[in-house]
């Protein structure tokens, strides 16, 4: 079974940057797509930025032309580099491939 491991979260003031990973631990066959969400408090968990199966890459509105997301595929680890950072951004992260479980996330906060 796939095991999903973020980091790299933690606090930066406005404006900064951090850059988060994900490793897979397992055996992913095929590629369809990875994925970083992010989810605040009380609400729904929303896409920030996907590869496709293709290797294109797509980001919400929220993010473009700030966050770049990136796969090694020797190391099986995905990268959110996440530049300008607003406090609107603050949220636990989240990696996916389709069809795995959730991992346990890293916290963002970015103050202002």
């Known amino acids: 079974q796939v095991r999903l491991v973020e980091s790299g979260g933690g606090l930066v003031q406005a404006g900064g940057s951090l850059k988060l990973s994900c490793l897979a631990s397992?055996?992913?066959?095929?590629?369809?797509?990875v994925a970083w969400y992010r989810q605040t408090p009380g609400k729904k968990r929303d896409l920030v930025a996907l590869i496709d199966g293709d290797g294109a890459a797509n980001y919400s509105d929220s993010v473009k032309g700030r966050f770049t997301i990136s796969r090694n595929v020797a190391t099986n680890t995905v990268y959110l580099q996440m530049d300008n950072l607003k406090p609107e951004d603050t949220a636990v992260y989240y990696c996916r491939y389709p069809n795995t479980p959730w991992g346990q996330g890293t916290q963002v906060t970015v103050s202002s």
């Open positions: 397992g055996s992913i066959f095929g590629f369809n797509g």
